[in-house]
Every structure is written in structure tokens, then in C-alpha cells.
């Protein structure tokens, strides 16, 4: 499945050989989006254009910026795919329909998680994960500067995450999802699915559901 994006509009989703065509005006809550199953869990190895990756739902953002989603019985699996010159920090908000918190599960230089309430966002807990996980930016030494030494982050890895269904336990997911640290036109910027999504408000988010799929032995 392929769901084409910009800031302006979402074109182009193809299941198998049947394609339609969506503006961001219609990616509306009652839209719900079917993650496809694998039966095979990827390797969190910062690349998601090997074969595990191919029966993903993949969107397409501007300035080259790829997004694959996945799952079996147990897992959801993210995976961003920038460029070589890109960080592809990835932030994934996901309603808990229990609760009626909105969760955002950051993945850049670090892992971390907030939590929104109704009032405001949670400080980011740190690398204290709770039923999910992912690749973050890797570490890749210093370099000199001005104020001194500084740390630097590799380039051009790919951005994986993996959340535990449990954690939100529904067979549907209200979700946001942010790409940053990419960069366009000489400037570094960023992109959201659903385009005009707004991270404390779950009703411009996108719904997804977990398809079903048997694979043969």
C-alpha cells in the first residue's frame, strides 16, 4: 500500500493493483488506514529498505522522506527513511483509548516518552521504555567548534521503532506521525501524517487498524 504525501495533499494510496486518491481534507478520523501483517519481525539495524520491510504500509513524505508501518500478533513496527544527508528523527503519537491520553513516543539522539493529559505535555521520560523501543541517531564522536568540542550524530541511518500492542491495547489506533531532522532547500524542517495534524489534538490524527493476515508455511 502506498499512500503519497506533501504539505498540501495525500495522493496516491495502491493496494495490490486497485489505486485511489485522497486529499488531506479527506484523511479524516472516520477514514481508518489497514496496517498490513508480517510474519516476520524486522531487524532493528537503522536500514528499512531491506526485503523484511516490504510488506509495510509505506507513505511517502516531501524532500524524500519514506515512512514504512507493519505488525504481527504482538508488535507494531515503525520504520523512517530519510537521506544520507538527513538526522530522521521520528515522534509517534498514539491515543490510549482506555485512558484518553495521547502518548508520544520520540525517537532521536535519544528514546524517550510524554504523556498529554488535557492541560499539557509530560517532561520526556528517558530511556525508560515501556513496552516499546527503537534505533535512535547514532553516536559518532566529536567535532571541534567554536565552543569547544561537541558531540556529533551519524547521518543518513533510518529511524525504527517497535511498540508492543499492548501498550495500547485496541485493534484500531487514533496515531499522529512526525518526520524532522530532514532536510529541504538548504534548511532543516519537518513533516506530519495527517498534514495539518496537530500533536494535542487527537481529532486531526489518522486512525489505523490491524489487518489480518494469514501466511502460508
Not at 488506514?33 to 524486522?42: E, F, G, H, M, Q
Not at 543518513?156 to 532536510?183: A, C, P
Not at 506530519?192 to 489518522?206: E, F, H, I
Request: charged share 25%; net charge neutral.
Amino acid at each position: 500500500m502506498l499512500h503519497k504525501l506533501s504539505k498540501n495533499f495525500v495522493s496516491g494510496i495502491v493496494l495490490s493493483t486497485i489505486a485511489l486518491s485522497l486529499t488531506a481534507t479527506q484523511a479524516t478520523a472516520s477514514e481508518v488506514i489497514s496496517i498490513n501483517a508480517t510474519n516476520k519481525a524486522p531487524l532493528f539495524d537503522g536500514r528499512c529498505d531491506k526485503e523484511e520491510w516490504q510488506p509495510a504500509v509505506k507513505f511517502e513524505l516531501p524532500a524524500q522522506i519514506s515512512v514504512y508501518l507493519m505488525h504481527d500478533n504482538d508488535s507494531l513496527y515503525v520504520c523512517a527513511k530519510g537521506k544520507a544527508e538527513d538526522y530522521t528523527v521520528i515522534d509517534i503519537y498514539v491515543e490510549n483509548a482506555k485512558t484518553g491520553y495521547l502518548h508520544n513516543l520520540h525517537a532521536s539522539a535519544q528514546l524517550g516518552e510524554r504523556i498529554f493529559k488535557g492541560k499539557e505535555w509530560s517532561e520526556s521520560d528517558r530511556w525508560n521504555l515501556n513496552d516499546w523501543s527503537g534505533f535512535w541517531v547514532p553516536y559518532a564522536g566529536r567535532v571541534e567548534s567554536e565552543d569547544g568540542l561537541k558531540p556529533k550524530f551519524l547521518k543518513g541511518s533510518h529511524r525504527e521503532m517497535q511498540i508492543l500492542r499492548k501498550k495500547f491495547s485496541s485493534d484500531t489506533w487514533n496515531i499522529m506521525i512526525n518526520v524532522s531532522g530532514v532536510y529541504q532547500d538548504d534548511s532543516s524542517t519537518s513533516f506530519s501524517y495527517p498534514d495539518k495534524a496537530v500533536d494535542t489534538d487527537k481529532s486531526t490524527w489518522a486512525t489505523f487498524s490491524f489487518a489480518k493476515q494469514s501466511f502460508s508455511k
